[in-house]
């Protein structure tokens, strides 16, 4: 009788064993089934609350240290809480972010030689010192072409001048973009050099006074009411330690009008100069001086990132950090008529697509074996200083920083055969991307207008300049069929003509299909760098490497 029970018993354990084995299986395999469910889950409804909500008049426009400021980070953290997300600074799901707020006062007028200028119409003029007057007297003003100092291109339009004291006039985007066949610079794709914020960077190096970029709309990217709208009124910057005296005192823009008078004024051709500024490294005086007074109102505040994560199963200290800036321009009770600048497309929709992404990892019945972090940042409008803050005071550190994904103006104009990807070529992250693309029968393709340098115009840059690969892509310009390829035409006219404008709302008529699909595949391109080992790199080309 004992040996039955000791056999009928054993046949117990044998039994149980394979039935938890069994169990086992079948939990595993539908855990590993559950990444499709939940991929196909990210939806276009959610998509639509999200950016309807985020862009509604209700939020103000979102102007950073405003009661739109504060509705959205209730917004964020209440979803992040109730997906299961854990604050991402020590107890608070906020990162405070110290801001200057300065305005300066419109009636302001630029005199260049008989030139008087009138502010938002011929130029604009700021500054970035923490002074409540800054006068430019009889300034010289010093044509110095692109403003460019590049020791790798061989190229330094400062090269045996002084400019301490003096106005510098520079020319937007960099010597590549007009001149493409001539193996200057990367042709067309713009670098760095070519950006607004490296001109006035290198006018400060080298001592200027003031710095004054001209404007023109192909190579900027964008029409002069841009600027006009985004560099009037209130202005942030971070807090400086020495009020930003080490900053040129003045900041400005001219429009080409204006710049082809100046030129006319000093007894040049614009175009002439232009074209000898193109050929090489290029400085002339215009024996002209400039004045003007920037009286200037300023006070300091804190804004605030939003900072969620889900702690990884085996490597927790390691992360994938997902961003999307919250803020946009805020309203102006000046204008007649609709006075709120809404930010649905730029950047409700990048928001609304981290918020899907952060469901869909919550949903996931195995969790990756690191920490996926969602980090929703202020003030990108004003120059990427949230991001730029995050970056400079880490919360995790950057070498354990996985990757960068940035979701910014994602695509309301359905979907498409192809991925656009923004500064392509610069890392190993775009092998991940081609995998996820591939699933989607997509392809990958670099930017439609490379020349635009959009990779140095997002918050994925303030994680590439500190060495952590940073990924920006989304919808291309292939559409997925004909009654698509109709939609985007009628739709892009306006996307196009609301940028920073009081008319970038929410549209019942978008397609938010493309949406929807470049969520599913950044998506998965986090789920796989969360679900490895693997440390990706730069490119042995690009201009960026990891810090060690």
Known sequence: MKTCHMMWAFSLIIIFTLSACQNSQTTETSQADNFDEVYKQINTQDLKTHIKTLASDEYEGRLPTTIGEQKTLDYLVSEFKALGYQPGNGDSYLQPVELIEMTADPDMTLTIGDNNFVYKE?????????????ELKESDLVFVGYGVNAPEYNWNDYEGLDVKGKTVVILVNDPGFENPESGKFQGKTMTYYGRWSY??????????????????????????????????????????????????????????????????????????????????????????????????????????????????????????????????????????????????????TGVAAALVMAKAYANLNIKPQRSTTFLIVTAEEQGLLGSKYYSEHPIIPLDKTVANI????????????????????????????AKAAKRQNRYLVEEGHPEAGYYYRSDHFSFAKQGVPALYAKGGEVPVDEATAQYRKRTNVIVRGCYHQVCDQFRESWDLSGIEEDAQLLFEVGYDLLSSDDWPNWAETSEFQRQK
């Open 122 to 134: 011929g130029m604009i003029a700021s500054t970035k010192r923490e002074q409540s007057l800054v």
């Open 406 to 433: 940035n979701m910014d103006a994602m695509s309301v104009l359905g979907k498409t055969k192809d991925v656009a990807v923004i500064g392509m070529g610069k890392s190993e992250l775009e092998t991940y991307l």
């Open 199 to 348: 001109k006035y960077e290198e006018a400060s190096r080298q001592g200027a006074e003031a710095a004054i970029i001209v404007h023109e709309t192909k190579p900027a990217s964008y029409g002069w009411s841009v600027v006009a709208n985004s560099w009037s009124g209130a202005q942030y910057g971070l807090v400086s330690k020495n009020g930003n005296a080490d900053r040129v005192a003045v900041e400005g823009w001219l429009t080409l009008e204006s710049a082809q008078k100046v030129f006319a004024d000093a007894g040049l051709d614009f175009t002439a100069e232009k074209e000898l500024a193109k050929a090489g490294p290029y400085n002339k005086a215009l024996n002209l001086k400039a004045s003007v007074t920037v009286k200037n109102s300023f006070k300091t505040s804190e804004s605030y990132n939003v900072i969620a994560s889900l702690p990884g199963a085996d490597s927790p200290d390691e992360h994938v950090i997902f961003t999307a800036h919250w803020d946009h321009l805020g309203k102006d009770e000046t204008k007649e008529g609709d006075q709120i600048y809404n930010g649905a497309h730029d950047n409700a």
